[in-house]
């Protein structure tokens, strides 16, 4: 058998593994990580309402990031979706977020919320064809507030109009692709500004000034990367284990007790390696 032979197969398991490690990432972002992020919205529509009717609902000030701010409604599109406050990729896996450096919906002044427009269930992914007087209804701590649709813009788009005092916008911030892989190749910011209808209420301040660059728009989070790293070493060793169990074991008894681990450590491992992703995908 000459070394051509030898790493032939050696070759073939190699691209076998790629294959199967990309359809199980494609996997999870498409099928695994919608059902996180539906779990994720019922806990908190059941925190921030608890939050309301105890008039507790955070309404200003520095709100810890992944809290739920708001109920967003737009029936256009058959949205409903609990918004928590950030906009960095892992507040993005629970559902739409708040950019902290923008006033909350009702407030005077433009109100900024972005939200993924093909993973973790895609909130947003429908946000881009709604058209110029669509509703769009927004609940927190301070009442009900409704928005009409002013119309859509991309990249390169004029901005609309300065408000006028004592005005309230809101700016939805997604992305969109074309092509049979739209769903996880979005690379083109979209932007729905919508004019507030009722009366804008007063914001209480406290609201930072800036936002690190992974809570803009199209950023990954690179503070990911380090658990990413400690999840993948985990994952090896485990891996290890396996192949070392499965010479001295029974395959079965070994599949058995192995394989729930080894999917736990990807899963996880998975779940930052999304967070490297831009945060509007």
Known sequence: MTATQTAEPSVV????????????????????????????????????????????????????????????????????EVVVEGTAASDLTSGPGHRRDTPLPGQVGVSILYGRGGTFGGPFGQVPVLRKGDRVTAVTGQGSFEYRVDGVRRTGDPLPQPLADGGARLTLVTAEGEGRFAEISRDETVYVDATLLDEAVPSPGGRPNLIPQPERAMQPDPSALVPLVLWLQALAMAMGLFVWARARWGRWQVWMVGAPVILALAWRATEYAAQLLPNLM
């Open 13 to 80: 398991q190699v691209l076998l593994t790629l294959a199967a490690l990309a359809l199980w990432v494609v996997g999870y972002l498409v099928v695994i990580a919608p059902v996180q992020q539906d779990r994720a919205q019922q806990v908190l529509y059941s925190t921030f309402r608890e939050q309301v009717a105890l008039a507790t609902a955070p309404i200003g000030g520095m709100i810890p990031p992944g809290a739920p701010v708001a109920v967003l409604e737009i029936p256009g599109v058959a949205l409903r």
